[in-house]
Structure formats: C-alpha cells, structure tokens
C-alpha cells in the first residue's frame, strides 16, 4: 500500500468508519514508514483536541418551543382536549344563564303588566262616554275618602287631647285635627 | 406545553423519524413538536458553530422546521429526517453567517455556561479553555467545505455517510475533506508547542533531498577522518 493511499484512509480510520482490514492496514503501514507515521500521529493529535474543543458546545441546547415554528408559520395553537370540553361547558353555560334571564324578564313582565280596564258592556255606545273610565258609585267614593284620610292622618293617640274635634255641622272652634291631617291644604 | 410535559412528549415518542413525518402530514402537530424535540438541539450547536450567534441559531432552528413543515408533503425519509435537516440548517447558517468586520461575541461566551458547571481544577480548566480558544479559531481558518464536515462529524456527531447525505457528495469526498481539514487544523496548531502539539517534520521527497540530508545528519568527526 502506498503513502497515499494510506494517508486517505487515515481519516476515515480516524472517523470510525474504516474495517479492521483496512485499520490493520493502514497501521501496518505506518509501522514501516516513518513519514506517515507522523502524519497519522499528528492527525491523532488534532483528532483529540478538536473533539475536546467542542466537548462544551456538545451539551449545548437551545431554549425554544415549538409554538414559535408555528407562529412562523401562523399555524393556531393546538387546544387540548381538556380545554375544548371546558369552553363547551362554559358555552353551555352561558346558554342557559341568558335563556333562564330572558324567561325570567318574560314571566315578570307579565305578572306586573297592567290588566285591562273595564268595560261596561251594557252601557250605551254614545260619544260622550268614555269606555275606559269607570265611574265609581256613592260607596267607592267614601272608601276612597277613608283611604285616603287613613294614609294622611295622624294617629288619633298622638292628637291633643284637650282639642276635640269639631263636629262636621259646628263651624265655630278650632280646626288643629284636619289641619295637622293635611286635609286643608 | 410545560417544559416537563416536552421533555415527557420526547422521551416516550419511540416513533421512527418515517412515521412521524407521515402523522404530521396527517396533521398531527404532536409528531411534528416531537420532531422538533429530537433535532432541535442538534441544528442549534450547529447554527452556533458556524454563526457564533445564539440568538441567529435559535432563528436557524426556526426556520429549519418551518421548511420542514412546508415540505411535509414531499419529504420521504428513508431512515432518519437528520441529513435533510442538517442540509437546510447548513444553509441557513451559511446565508446568516457575519458579514466581514462584523465582531460578534465569540463561541466561548456561548458556551460560558457549560466551563462554569465543569467539576476540574482550576488549571485543568484554563488549559482546556486555552486549547478551545486555540483549536476553534484554528476550525474558523478552515474554509466552508472543509468546516462543515469538521462540525458535523466533531460537534453532531454525524458518520461519514451522513455527512455525504448533508452536504450532497460521495463518501469518498468527505474523506478528503476531513482529512484536508485535520492537516490544516495540525499546521495551524503548531504554532502553540505549548498546547502539545509538533509540527508537521519535512521528509525528503526526491533521491538529492534524501542525500543532503544524510549528509546533514552525518557526524563532523567522520568528515575530519
């Protein structure tokens, strides 16, 4: 075998790649020629060092998520099946929180809508009548009296004692009990 | 996805390089993050070694696998993705490189980490600094045919076949590469005895240069007799 056929198979003996037959060779050679043995020393040499160099960068590694590959390729997220159960849940959810608020605004407005007024069927159809009024009788204008005077009058027992009320038909005499009710403004 | 629930995806993928390309072609994003995982730091040291910038390998990385997400739909590796990946990061390290002037921080400040960890004597550990400095400036000399098959077999690790498959040539060019590379890598490193290395010793070539040097070596007292 030559130097130079020799000194091209160093390599790949030094990169692990060669056979044994082709080691023995090769170290056969070198044996016997001392340029080439040096040349095999040397690339030894600088084998070594060039994989301690980078023996620091070999435990290097990079920080990076596949999210910026898909961001760079603007490629949405994958959601987890986890996650796309909540969101429907939580859509469920808000389904059935605005159907439960519309029933609800529903039922209240019927409850408190104002019922129809009444209409005396019987009475005349004249234009002078008005059919949405019903005008209350001798009795209702006495409740309505005593309703009224029962909100705005004092209570009888924060009343002086000593003023009796007047009589409807007396006009003499004081008159405290209807004022202090408020019904002679 | 949590850095444990990545480092769980990579370690139980079992899935050969083949199928996961074919379930990402499917659309399975999983596959592709689990390609991802597998070379991700591979073409990082890679970027970094021909770039000498962290934050472009990073880049690099990036747009590495989005090229492969592109190509997705013709890739058909028959073994293993890494050549074609390694052969994409190559280039895009190359297209990144420095433009001349340009100083950036150098490898070792990348690496900086890694020498603080490092459980050796302190002298230990400043020679093994002195010899990277020395040796990686002396791979920077190299030119880029020659650097490439030296990163790649020295830093990823690559055999002489891979290497043939990423750079695109025979094996047997590879061969030469590397054995051009080591030689010039030696000439450059004899410059530092200090470091243990010896240069290269001059041989005689023809018969006169074999003649004058016996006769060089031949002792004076012989002569005088």
Same mark, same amino acid.
């Given at each position: 075998?030559?130097?130079?056929s020799t000194q091209e198979r160093m390599s790949s003996v030094l990169a692990g790649a060669a056979g044994r037959h082709e080691l023995?060779?090769v170290?056969?050679?070198? &044996?016997?020629?001392?340029?080439?043995?040096?040349?095999?020393?040397?690339l030894i040499?600088t084998s +070594?060092?060039v994989d301690?160099?980078y023996?620091?960068?070999?435990?290097?590694?990079? +920080?990076?998520?596949?999210? &910026?590959?898909?961001?760079?390729?603007? #490629?949405? !997220?994958?959601?987890?099946?986890? +996650?796309?159960?909540?969101? #429907?849940?939580?859509?469920?959810?808000?389904?059935?929180?605005?159907?439960? +608020?519309?029933?609800?605004?529903? /039922?209240?407005?019927?409850?408190?809508?104002?019922?129809?007024?009444?209409?005396? !069927?019987?009475?005349?159809?004249?234009?002078?009548?008005?059919?949405?009024? /019903?005008?209350?009788?001798?009795?209702?204008?006495?409740?309505?009296?005593?309703?009224?005077?029962?909100?705005?009058?004092?209570?009888?027992?924060?009343?002086?004692?000593?003023?009796?009320?007047?009589?409807?038909?007396?006009?003499?005499?004081?008159?405290?009990?209807? !004022?202090?009710?408020?019904?002679?403004? | 996805?949590?850095?444990?629930?990545?480092?769980?995806?990579?370690?139980?993928?079992?899935?050969?390089?083949?199928?996961?390309?074919?379930?990402?072609?499917?659309?399975?994003?999983?596959?592709?993050?689990?390609?991802?995982? %597998?070379?991700?730091?591979g073409?990082?040291?890679l970027?970094?070694?021909?770039?000498?910038?962290?934050?472009?390998?990073?880049?690099?990385?990036?747009? @590495?696998?989005?090229?492969?997400?592109?190509?997705?739909? %013709?890739?058909?590796?028959e073994g293993s993705?890494r050549p074609w990946?390694y052969r994409?990061?190559v280039?895009?390290?190359?297209?990144?490189?420095?433009?001349?002037?340009?100083?950036?921080?150098?490898?070792?400040?990348?690496?900086?980490?890694?020498?603080? @960890?490092?459980?050796?004597?302190?002298?230990?550990?400043?020679?093994?600094?002195?010899?990277? %400095?020395?040796?990686?400036?002396?791979?920077?000399?190299l030119?880029?045919k020659h650097k490439v098959v030296v990163v790649l077999h020295y830093l990823n690790g690559l055999n002489l076949a891979e290497i043939a498959q990423v750079v695109d040539c025979p094996v047997g060019t590879v061969k030469s590469r590397l054995h051009y590379g080591l030689r010039?890598l %030696?000439?450059?490193?004899?410059?530092?005895?200090?470091?243990?290395?010896?240069?290269?010793?001059?041989?005689?070539?023809?018969?006169?240069?074999?003649?004058?040097?016996?006769?060089?070596?031949?002792?004076?007292?012989?002569?005088?007799?």
């Amino acid at each position: 075998m030559t130097c130079g056929s020799t000194q091209e198979r160093m390599s790949s003996v030094l990169a692990g790649a060669a056979g044994r037959h082709e080691l023995l060779d090769v170290e056969a050679h070198v &044996r016997r020629c001392a340029r080439c043995a040096d040349v095999y020393q040397g690339l030894i040499a600088t084998s +070594v060092a060039v994989d301690r160099a980078y023996s620091a960068l070999r435990r290097a590694s990079a +920080v990076i998520s596949p999210a &910026r590959v898909r961001f760079a390729l603007r #490629i949405p !997220e994958p959601v987890p099946a986890s +996650v796309r159960f909540s969101r #429907i849940a939580a859509r469920v959810n808000e389904l059935a929180l605005a159907a439960a +608020v519309t029933a609800f605004a529903f /039922v209240g407005s019927a409850s408190v809508a104002p019922k129809p007024a009444l209409v005396d !069927e019987f009475a005349p159809d004249t234009a002078n009548q008005t059919l949405t009024h /019903v005008t209350a009788s001798a009795d209702d204008q006495y409740l309505l009296r005593w309703l009224r005077l029962g909100r705005y009058a004092t209570p009888t027992d924060m009343l002086d004692p000593a003023i009796t009320p007047k009589a409807e038909w007396d006009d003499s005499g004081p008159t405290v009990t209807h !004022e202090r009710a408020g019904l002679l403004r | 996805m949590s850095g444990r629930a990545a480092k769980k995806n990579q370690d139980i993928d079992g899935r050969t390089d083949r199928e996961l390309v074919y379930a990402a072609r499917d659309g399975d994003m999983q596959a592709f993050d689990a390609l991802f995982y %597998r070379y991700k730091d591979g073409i990082f040291r890679l970027g970094l070694a021909i770039t000498k910038d962290a934050s472009a390998s990073e880049e690099i990385v990036v747009d @590495t696998f989005s090229r492969a997400h592109r190509a997705l739909a %013709r890739l058909e590796p028959e073994g293993s993705l890494r050549p074609w990946l390694y052969r994409v990061a190559v280039n895009l390290s190359y297209n990144r490189r420095p433009r001349k002037g340009l100083v950036l921080s150098s490898l070792e400040d990348a690496t900086e980490e890694s020498f603080t @960890t490092d459980e050796r004597s302190p002298s230990s550990l400043a020679e093994l600094a002195e010899l990277r %400095r020395v040796v990686l400036a002396a791979v920077d000399t190299l030119g880029p045919k020659h650097k490439v098959v030296v990163v790649l077999h020295y830093l990823n690790g690559l055999n002489l076949a891979e290497i043939a498959q990423v750079v695109d040539c025979p094996v047997g060019t590879v061969k030469s590469r590397l054995h051009y590379g080591l030689r010039h890598l %030696r000439a450059h490193l004899a410059a530092h005895p200090e470091l243990g290395f010896e240069p290269e010793r001059a041989f005689p070539t023809t018969r006169g240069q074999r003649m004058s040097l016996a006769a060089a070596e031949q002792p004076r007292g012989t002569d005088e007799e």
